[in-house]
């Protein structure tokens, strides 16, 4: 449940005329997506003005919030939580079958998508709403489902959707350790991390913790 109101110090639930902040179209796609990406459903609450009116600060966000999801609808109704236990660099997933959806939180052309654990193999990507580009290229290594971005992307202003078709649902390792030579590789995409800086970064060679910057 949440509230598109702000005033000083505080969401609100009902109109006031000391309003400071509105919710952005963004800032409902991004509640919306990780509510559904955890199997949720979202409850938004609109305050209505004494004269029983929806205010246009209001309207406008919620019209442009309801367009995206009009475009990537597909992602979002009727779909699970995501099957990765942790929490992915790129964005959030939801799942419908054997087909994901990745929400990813800033698109780049190009750009290199790691799905961890992934053993289940990829047959076909796509973009959705308009984005551009078309199809995106795919495969797969060593356990770890792979999706690269076309050159021509034009990313959506609000959140790019990727659909990733599997050739059966998917199946993901929860836990990998992979052994050579004795030593074993604890993988970046499922470290718990703490501290302002840290963060993982992806690339076409893998992943690694990056930003050694922050030690507390």
Aim: aromatic letters at 6%.
């Amino acid at each position: 449940c949440y509230s598109m109101i702000k005033i000083p110090g505080k969401w609100t639930w009902g109109w006031r005329s000391d309003v400071t902040e509105w919710s952005t179209p963004r800032q409902m796609v991004d509640l919306l997506v990780e509510c559904a990406s955890k199997g949720g459903n979202l409850l938004l609450n609109v305050g209505p003005t004494p004269q029983g009116t929806i205010p246009t600060e209001a309207a406008e966000p919620l019209r442009a919030a309801g367009a995206w999801i009009a475009r990537h609808s597909e992602a979002i109704y009727g779909t699970q939580a995501s099957p990765f236990p942790g929490k992915l660099e790129f964005g959030r997933v939801t799942q419908r079958g054997a087909t994901l959806y990745l929400f990813l939180n800033d698109a780049r052309a190009g750009q290199t998508i790691v799905l961890p654990g992934l053993t289940t193999k990829i047959r076909g990507s796509e973009l959705l709403g308009g984005a551009g580009g078309g199809d995106c290229a795919f495969g797969s290594r060593a356990d770890e489902g792979i999706v690269i971005l076309p050159m021509e992307l034009k990313p959506d202003g609000l959140r790019t959707v990727v659909r990733v078709d599997l050739e059966d649902v998917p199946q993901v390792v929860k836990l990998r350790l992979r052994a050579k030579d004795g030593q074993l590789t604890l993988l970046a995409t499922e470290a718990a991390i703490e501290g302002k800086l840290l963060r993982v970064e992806q690339h076409a060679g893998g992943s690694n913790l990056g930003y050694w910057l922050d030690p507390k």
